[in-house]
């Protein structure tokens, strides 16, 4: 079969055992086509470790893929892994700033709870606060980051970002009825965001 009738056959989304089901070949010529595909620019992989890996083929070249939000946020919570359910590409600088900023306007409660292991890596605290501020998520932020300091070393947070006094209340998911573990009130308070937060569901992040 030609490269081009193989890319055909095999355009969308494989496993290994797929692509040797879908050729009838053995595995080792899966991975041995996959590579050369993949060198030829028809493939990204994405997964891998504790996940299966994925192999997306498609008949026109892909770009280098720029880790997105899923991989960057998998990348430090190796003990918290996020099935991804829709496809985050992402072109030019992407950084752990934007990461947190895009997991909050998720709304999705496991995405929002990965984000705590972000904060020890943020490097760049005004990109932090002009993205947030443009989402009007920046109340969100220094709740999130003063429920992650509680519980584990991160950079510190420059002071200036914390003066602001909050009047309105803002939510983190659409559910506004949720209850918080009482350690978390202070911090609820400070930046009127309720912190549905239970240490049951902390703990599975690693703090």
Known sequence: ????????????????????????IN????????????????????????????YKITMRKQLPRVPGMWDILNQYNPDFQLNPWYDHQVHGKYTVEDVIVDAIETKSFRIILATLR?????????????AARKNNSWQKVGALYDVARMFFKVRKMPERYRKEKYRIWNY??????????????????????????RIGDLRKVGL
């Not at 595995?27 to 595909?37: I, T, Y």
């Not at 020890?120 to 002009?130: A, E, F, I, M, Q």
């Open 172 to 197: 983190l998911f659409d559910r506004k009825d949720q209850t918080e573990d009482s350690r978390l009130t202070p911090i609820s308070m400070k930046w009127k965001i309720p912190l549905p937060f």
């Open 1 to 24: 079969m030609d490269r081009e009738s193989t890319l055909r056959k095999l355009e969308g989304l494989h496993t290994v055992e797929t692509v040797m089901d879908e050729l009838s």
């Open 27 to 54: 595995r080792q010529s899966a991975l041995n086509l996959l590579s050369k595909l993949k060198k030829e620019q028809h493939v990204t992989i994405s997964g891998g470790g504790r996940r299966k890996r994925l």
């Open 118 to 130: 972000l904060f020890n890596h943020v490097r760049d605290w005004p990109r932090l606060y002009t």
